[in-house]
């Protein structure tokens, strides 16, 4: 079993700036794809970023140039750097991790992210 928790959400004016944190239980980024999803009131749960266990990385074309992902594989922590965040970035943010050689995922339990002025 792995926890990923998340933290570093909160309130933010646009064109600011917010990194969220997600710390793994253990050591699983070798096997483990991790990624940055969210969900906005009323709407379904979207991907933001993935980084590869290899590094390889992609980005939401909503949120390509502003937002940076990253992972320190020693800390076991992966990062999502908001920069210029828009009120419509307005939403719940989970961290998620998928293991890349057979079944097994995990979920943050999520962190509020304000985008307002």
């Known amino acids: 079993q792995v926890q990923l928790v998340e933290s570093g959400g909160g309130s933010v004016q646009p064109g600011g700036s917010l990194r969220l944190s997600c710390a793994a239980s253990?050591?699983?980024?070798?096997?483990?794809?991790m990624g940055w999803y969210r969900q906005a009131p009323g709407k379904q749960r979207e991907l933001v970023a993935t980084?590869?266990?290899?590094?390889?990385?992609y980005y939401a074309d909503s949120v390509k140039g502003r937002f940076t992902i990253s992972r320190d594989n020693a800390k076991n922590t992966v990062w999502l750097q908001m920069n210029s965040p828009r009120p419509e970035d307005t939403a719940v943010y989970y961290c998620n991790a998928r293991r890349i050689d057979g079944p097994g995922e995990y979920w943050g339990q999520g962190t509020q992210v304000t985008v307002s002025s």
């Open positions: 980084i590869t266990s290899p590094g390889s990385i």
């Open positions: 253990r050591n699983i980024f070798g096997i483990y794809d």
